[in-house]
């Protein structure tokens, strides 16, 4: 298993071959603990296709999961001690399973959140020690945290002898998330690290969390253009949103804005306050983009499924005002390239990265031209991954390694 594709490193920053993270944790794990692993983990990152701001509205979300993972090389301890280096930060957290204790950096917090959730669930523990390596860029809206918890708790699946159930341990993760780390994000990220499918995006409903792959279509390839631009207000403008769904959603007397059909929409939008009428709309309209969407990938018609992701940004722009000038000017700058069907802001919003959907033949100049005209008008240089759909969160098989 390679955690890159050869188009990705083309389309990147041409720096040659990357190592491949499978090797780098196994070997480090053997210098470090003088034997092979038991076990090596791999969960992925993600990008969303189409479906933002619906999943914590009860809504749909197709998100794939992407090359780039986070990795894990570990053996079980007898004493109940975790410790784990991470091989990105050279630095190692160490604590016990039964009491973990916040404070510390933000990736070790991943890690204990997620045995602390596990704990609280009723699980019985046994401890572990290991080398993690990722590749999923930090603060850029490609779920690297989602990642690492996933890992963890596969890592603590496999250590401890639990059935893994990708949706239950999703729902663990963004326990880990919400309530350990204090970020109050939906389940789109843990459930699609931890249910991808290769070749697939996944539609997944966010209340009941049925998932249904759809096959990419052939002959189109998938690319995330990452603008360089982190936004440190993320987090009160989000639950700002929340906080202004929730209401509209009780305006209308149902549980979530999921509930509301563009006709009850209609019918009263317009007694609502102007901002409240935005944000609902893009949440209403979007669940109705994101399953047509999914309609559109299983008739592999690149051309309905490129305008709905250009209306998807465009609602995220003007209604739910998550976009960004940096955000605006990538998918501008994607938009008017040869052979791309459409183009958004994908994650959270307020910077990190677009998405863009492009003829696989035209994959390698679109990341070029797109990369160079946005360093001329912003003066940032830009990373361009071209990504195809991964395999979620599983123990990788020995004989891969
Ligand atoms: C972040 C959150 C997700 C989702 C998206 C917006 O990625 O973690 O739960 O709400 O924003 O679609």
Not at 60 to 65: D, G, I, K, R, S
Not at 219 to 243: K, P, Q
Not at 315 to 323: H, Y
Not at 356 to 370: C, I, K, Y
Request: with cysteine; charged share 20%; net charge negative.
């Amino acid at each position: 298993m390679n955690q890159r594709s050869t188009v990705d490193d083309a389309a990147s920053d041409g720096a040659g071959p990357v190592p491949s993270l499978l090797d780098a944790v196994q070997r480090a794990f053997s210098t470090r603990f003088g034997a092979p692993p038991a076990w090596i983990v791999r969960a992925p990152g993600r990008v969303n296709l189409i479906g933002e701001h619906t999943d914590y509205n009860g809504g749909f979300v197709l998100p794939m999961a992407i090359e780039r993972a986070a990795w894990i090389a570990l053996r079980a301890r007898d004493d109940g001690q975790v410790i784990v280096h991470s091989l990105d930060f050279a630095a190692e957290v160490r604590f016990d399973v039964s009491h973990p204790e916040r404070g510390g950096a933000a990736w070790g917090e991943y890690i204990k959140g997620s045995a602390s959730v596990l704990g609280s669930a009723g699980h019985q523990l046994t401890g572990w020690e290991g080398v993690l390596a990722s590749d999923v860029p930090i603060g850029a809206g490609l779920s690297s945290s989602a990642a690492i918890e996933l890992a963890t708790l596969r890592a603590f699946a496999a250590v401890s002898a639990l059935a893994w159930q990708p949706a239950s341990m999703a729902r663990l993760a963004q326990r880990a998330e919400n309530e350990w780390v204090g970020v109050n994000c939906g389940i789109m990220d843990q459930m699609i690290s931890a249910m991808g499918s290769e070749g697939h995006a996944v539609l997944i409903d966010c209340r009941s969390l049925d998932v249904a792959p759809v096959p990419l279509p052939a002959g189109l390839v998938v690319v995330i253009l990452d603008t360089g631009t982190r936004r440190g207000l993320v987090d009160s403008a989000y639950n700002e949103r929340r906080r202004q769904c929730e209401d509209a959603a009780s305006f209308f007397g149902v549980r979530a804005l999921r509930d509301v059909t563009p006709e009850a929409f209609a019918a009263r939008a317009d007694a609502l306050d102007p901002v409240a009428m935005r944000r609902a709309r893009h949440v209403i309209t979007e669940n109705a983009r994101t399953l047509a969407a999914a309609d559109a990938m299983r008739h592999a018609d690149a051309l309905a499924l490129g305008q709905l992701m250009n209306a998807s940004h465009d609602s995220l722009r003007a209604d739910f005002e998550v976009s960004s000038v940096a955000l605006d000017v990538m998918v501008e700058i994607a938009r008017a390239q040869a052979g791309c069907h459409g183009a958004r802001m994908t994650g959270a919003g307020f910077g990190g990265c677009a998405v863009a959907l492009v003829d696989g033949s035209q994959g390698a100049r679109f990341a070029r031209e797109v990369g160079a005209t946005y360093r001329h008008r912003t003066s940032t240089t830009p990373q361009v991954y071209l990504t195809g759909a991964s395999e979620g969160t599983a123990i990788v098989p020995s004989t891969d390694w």
